[in-house]
C-alpha cells in the first residue's frame, strides 16, 4: 500500500447534503425509516424463500440472491450517511474511501450481472419449459452467481486501483456522499487519459453486456409469449417476466445516467439526487416489486406467518 504513503490528501470530506443544512435531521429520520424498512423487507423476503420449500427454485433463489446483495449494497453506504447526517464532521479516511468504492463496485456491479442471469432465467422458463430444471439445476445456478461475483471482483479491483494511483494533492472536499467514481475523479491532481479510458470502457461494458444478455433473452421470450395459442397462457408468461422488466429498467436508467454520460455534463447536485434513488429506494423498491406481484411468493409467506403463529399452541 505505498501509494497511500506517497499522497498529501489523507482524508475525504463529504459535502453531498451539505446544501441542506437545516434540514439533516429530518432527512436522516426519513432515510433512516426507509433503510430499516428496506432491510426488514429484505429480510422477510430471504427468510421466506428460504423456509417454505415450494420456493425453492432457480426463480426465487435468484431473488433470494439479489435481495441479500441489495441488503449489503445499502450497507456500505447508507450507515455512513445517516451519521454524517448528525455529525459536522463528514469525513472519510483515503484507505476508507477506496475500501468503500471497491465494495460499492463490486457488489453494483454483480448486480448487473445477477440480472442478466435471471432474464436468462426467465428464457428457459419460457422457451423450454421441459427441460428447465435440467437447464437451471443448483449447479448451474450457482454457477451463474458465482460467475456474477467474479466479474464484480474483477471490475471493482481494477477500477479502485486505477483512480487511488492517481495523485491527490490538492481538495479533499468531495462534493457527494459516498465515494463514488465521478466525485472522486474529479479532485485527482493529474488525470491519466488511459485510465479515464479503462474505467469508462469498463463501466460500460459492465452495463452494455448484461443489457445485451437481457434483450436477446426477451427477444425469444416475447417470440415464444407470441406463438402461445392461449391468451391466459401469454397472460402468465409475460407477468412472470414483469417484475424483472421494471427491476431492469430502473437499474440501467439510473446506472447509465450516472456512469455513461459525458464528463462535461457531470453535475454533483444532480448526482447526489439520482445516488440517492439508487442507494435507498431502489434496494426498498426491488424487493417488493417480485413478491407484491407474485401469487406464489405471497402464499409462501401467509404458510409461514400462519406456521409460526399457530407455533405456541
Known amino acids: 500500500m505505498e501509494w497511500i504513503n506517497e499522497t ?26 426507509l433503510y430499516l424498512f428496506t432491510l426488514g423487507t429484505n429480510a422477510i423476503i430471504i427468510s421466506t424463500i428460504v ?8 426463480m426465487y433463489f435468484f431473488l433470494a440472491v439479489l435481495s441479500c446483495s ?62 428447465y430444471t ?4 443448483p449447479g448451474v ?14 471490475v471493482a479491483q481494477i477500477i479502485t486501483a486505477l483512480i487511488f494511483h492517481l495523485p491527490f494533492y490538492s481538495s479533499n472536499r468531495l462534493h457527494h456522499f459516498f ?29 452494455v453486456i448484461p443489457l445485451l444478455l437481457i434483450l436477446v433473452s426477451y ?9 402461445s395459442p392461449s391468451t391466459l397462457g401469454r397472460y402468465k408468461a409475460f407477468s412472470t417476466c414483469a417484475s424483472h422488466l421494471i427491476v431492469v429498467i430502473v437499474h440501467y436508467g439510473c446506472a447509465s445516467f450516472i456512469y455513461l454520460r459525458p464528463k462535461s455534463s457531470y453535475s454533483s447536485s444532480q ?5 440517492v434513488s439508487y442507494t435507498i429506494l431502489t434496494p426498498l423498491f426491488n424487493p417488493m416489486i417480485y413478491s407484491l406481484r407474485n401469487r406464489e411468493f405471497k402464499s409462501a409467506l401467509r404458510r409461514i406467518v400462519g406456521r409460526t403463529v399457530s407455533f405456541p399452541c
Do not use: W
Open 8 to 33: 498529501e490528501v489523507r482524508e475525504f470530506i463529504f459535502l453531498g447534503f451539505s446544501s441542506l443544512a437545516g434540514l439533516q435531521q429530518l432527512l436522516f429520520i426519513i432515510l433512516l425509516l
Open 51 to 58: 423456509l417454505d420449500r415450494a420456493l425453492h427454485s432457480p
Open 70 to 131: 441489495e441488503t449489503c449494497y445499502t450497507f456500505v453506504i447508507v450507515p455512513k450517511m445517516l451519521v454524517d447526517l448528525l455529525t459536522t464532521k463528514k469525513t472519510i479516511s483515503f484507505l476508507g474511501c477506496a475500501i468503500q468504492m471497491f465494495t460499492f463496485l463490486f457488489l453494483g456491479c454483480s448486480h448487473s450481472f445477477l440480472l442478466a442471469a435471471m432474464g436468462y432465467d426467465r428464457y428457459v422458463a419460457i422457451c423450454n419449459p421441459l427441460r
Open 134 to 137: 435440467v437447464l437451471m439445476g
Open 141 to 154: 445456478c450457482v454457477g451463474l452467481v458465482a460467475a456474477a461475483c467474479a466479474c464484480g471482483f474483477t
Open 179 to 207: 465515494c463514488d467514481i465521478s466525485p472522486v475523479l474529479k479532485l485527482a491532481s493529474h488525470h491519466s487519459y488511459f485510465s479515464q479510458l479503462v474505467i469508462f470502457m469498463l463501466c460500460a461494458l459492465v452495463l
Open 219 to 227: 427477444i425469444h421470450i416475447i417470440s415464444a409469449i407470441l406463438q
Open 271 to 275: 448526482d447526489v439526487l439520482i445516488s
